[in-house]
């Protein structure tokens, strides 16, 4: 039995669920050949350095599957082939996901933008567009201050703390929008004037401007009486979202990839890239062992930065078996298996983490899920772990939404990728669920 509290500290932080692993990072595994062999690398970032014109994509995935990290591996893939690239999660700073729309993502970008390349290009067409529309603005920028009495620096922040307040002040968010809606089409034609003056100017060793926009995919889905919020982003805004002059990806809700309108979306950016889950369990049900292996590797890798010396199968994990469920249970989707992992981490006063440990942080994930599934819904949940399809209705877009539903990929013996859906092994054990599966036999 290993006593160190500092170690159990530095073990339990190794595993932040939160942070998303920077291009190189030690702790980074290669998880392609069980997730269907899906490669942003080539899949987007290819589709980017061969294009002659701006392209447009779309990346999806579950939440927490892992998509951040992976964007940020293609940001450093396209920077090693002549792209500045501008990376940003729109929800850290600059949207509430709980209430989106395109107006606030055409100023977060903005504002990111002026942020990122305001050493190469000048700001000053975006300044002048801004000036022409202070008198209506400043009161919702919370300033009393006369524009052009400012000075470039300030004027740059003043407009950081209009689009703050878009997030911030949800009395003001909607005031701001109706003021700037109808001057968006002029913002995109400012803001591509200093693209094109940012292009002109990149750094020695750049030639192609590409923007990332992350975390667009936790928009909160929001329906009035013929629209959802993300058909006005994705469809009736498509053409601005496309319209500024660089190379662009967006991250997109799983539902709306899922939705009746997946065809349009397809008409409008190509087909979406989606992140799937490591295939832990065959379509049969049976434990797939290269996907648990990865999956196993994924702690592995963390342990390794803080205690290479000891055995993640006897002297972390009590036993290879209860690190076995608790890869198991995480169903292959990454932030659950970290925090399943530091979880049992925390329930521990010292190593190895013990199999009760695990089997109350499992137990605790459970009770969560069965909170988030809605009494009509188990049935649906029942009918989908038998048949492993998902029918093309809210109802399952939902499921997919929360996680309680996974996408897993793999290659047959033809090559033809092939995908399967599965309820996440956390709902297995839950007695609603068990009656659900009763009812179908």
Not at 130 to 149: H, N
Not at 192 to 197: I, R, S, Y
Not at 268 to 280: A, E, S, T, W
Request: glycine share 4%.
């Amino acid at each position: 039995m290993v006593n160190s509290s500092g170690l159990l500290a530095k073990l339990y932080n190794a595993f932040n669920p939160f942070e998303p692993l920077p291009a190189g990072d030690p702790k980074y595994v290669d998880c392609q050949d069980v997730r269907g062999d899906a490669d942003i690398e080539q899949e987007l970032g290819n589709r980017m350095r061969l294009a002659d014109t701006n392209t447009c994509q779309l990346y999806s995935g579950h939440r927490g599957a892992g998509k951040s990290t992976e964007l940020l591996r293609l940001k450093k893939y396209l920077e090693n082939r002549e792209f500045y690239v501008v990376y940003f999660a729109a929800d850290e700073e600059d949207i509430d996901s709980e209430d989106a729309q395109y107006t606030d993502i055409l100023l977060a970008c903005t504002r990111r933008l002026l942020k990122d390349l305001k050493g190469i290009a000048s700001p000053r067409p975006i300044l002048d567009w801004l000036k022409g529309r202070w008198e209506d603005l400043k009161d919702l920028a919370q300033t009393p201050i006369e524009f052009e009495s400012l000075g470039v620096e300030a004027q740059l922040t003043q407009f950081a703390k209009l689009t703050a307040n878009l997030r911030a002040v949800p009395e003001l968010r909607q005031k701001i929008r109706q003021k700037i809606d109808p001057y968006t089409v002029t913002l995109i034609q400012v803001l591509n004037e200093f693209l094109v003056d940012a292009k002109q100017h990149l750094p020695n060793g750049y030639k192609k401007l590409a923007v990332i926009v992350d975390n667009l995919d936790r928009m909160v889905l929001v329906k009035d009486a013929e629209r959802t919020n993300y058909e006005e982003v994705f469809l009736d805004r498509s053409e601005q979202l496309q319209a500024l002059d660089c190379h662009l990806i967006y991250t997109v809700p799983i539902s709306m990839v899922y939705s009746t309108r997946a065809t349009d979306l397809r008409d409008i950016y190509g087909d979406p890239q989606i992140l799937p889950m490591i295939m832990v369990k065959t379509f049969e049900g049976n434990v797939y062992q290269p996907g648990l292996e990865k999956v196993k590797e994924v702690i592995k890798k963390r342990v390794r930065q803080i205690a290479p010396e000891l055995s993640l199968e006897t002297e972390i994990f009590d036993s290879p078996q209860t690190l076995d469920r608790l890869c198991l249970m995480s169903g292959g989707h990454v932030r659950n298996l970290l925090l399943l992992t530091q979880d049992a981490i925390g329930r521990s006063e010292d190593l190895p983490v013990s199999e009760k440990a695990v089997r109350r942080a499992i137990t605790q994930a459970r009770d969560t899920y069965r909170r988030a599934v809605e009494n009509h819904q188990w049935c649906l949940l029942a009918e989908v772990s038998c048949s492993k399809r998902i029918i093309n209705d809210d109802l399952y877009r939902s499921l997919m939404y929360n996680r309680c539903l996974l996408e897993y990929r793999y290659l047959d013996d033809d090559g033809e990728m092939q995908r399967w859906y599965d309820i996440h092994p956390l709902i297995q054990g839950i007695p609603e669920f068990k009656e659900a599966v009763a009812k179908l036999s």
